[in-house]
């Protein structure tokens, strides 16, 4: 019992990782769909909307903390949509990744000199660090119920939202057939900055749940953008629902790679089976061959 005990409790740990890494996932979906660019710093709009959702909570209440990070965040993202990918987009897909990564990195010095080195934290929505519910032998924080919950309701607004809306079927539009969406009379350019808006305000609401648990430093961005890219590849680029069940494996795995392997390691077991599997299916668990886009929403 005791084992059956601490393998769900591996189970939990590895389920509250994979959620975060599959809404990093989705951010690298939502912007590759809408515009062809791999957004590796999307990870960055995690670390953001920690930061800043922790020095607003000085002035205000959590949750208005929380709504105004998500929001700023979401203005940054737009804003590097306009200031630096408006006039790239014809340049190649390596200028573009490599215009991305350059961004990370200036994203995250420039948090260094905001914040510091520091680690930071905000405080638990419900409960604190001692409290816990106990399920079948094993604690569950009750951030982590939060932070579950946050990632199914929002992959389940942004699927409405998408799919039912008119600003969404304009950017499904634009990602299934540029041309026809524009002799529509679509703007494009405006369906770009929205899709990297939402990018970055979905991980800006990441970031945000899960500073009770994982703290929050400058740091941390760049490892979860490769978490995110990662799980996006092994679902299948351009599929949502496989970038929700590619951040769930790759957080399950590398949960229990921690109880079988050196803490040096613990990347190894994922990325693995990420090799595996693009091996055998090289467009990913549930894409399909050349790519889908947001129209599988």
Known sequence: MENGSLALQYLLSGVT???IYAVVAIGFNLIYSATGVLNFAQGEFVMLGGMVAVTLAYYVPLPVAVAGAVAIVALVGCLLEILFFRKLRRHSVLHLIIITIGLSIVMQEAALHIWDEKVRSLPYFTGNEVSSLKFLGAA????VLWVLGTVAVTVTLLHF??????PGRAMRACSSNPDAAMLAGINIQNMR????GLSAAL?????CVISPITMTHYEMGAPLAIKGFAAAILGGMGSPMGAVAGGLMVGILEAFAVSRLPAAY????????LLLVLFIRPH???GRPGGESVREY
């Open 284 to 286: 990913g668990l549930f």
């Open 140 to 143: 569950i924080s009750p951030q």
């Open 193 to 196: 900055t929205l899709s990297f």
């Open 161 to 166: 939202f998408l799919k039912y809306s008119l």
């Open 17 to 19: 990782k994979g959620s």
């Open 266 to 273: 613990n990347d190894v077991a994922a990325f693995a089976v």
């Open 203 to 207: 991980g800006a609401l990441a970031g």
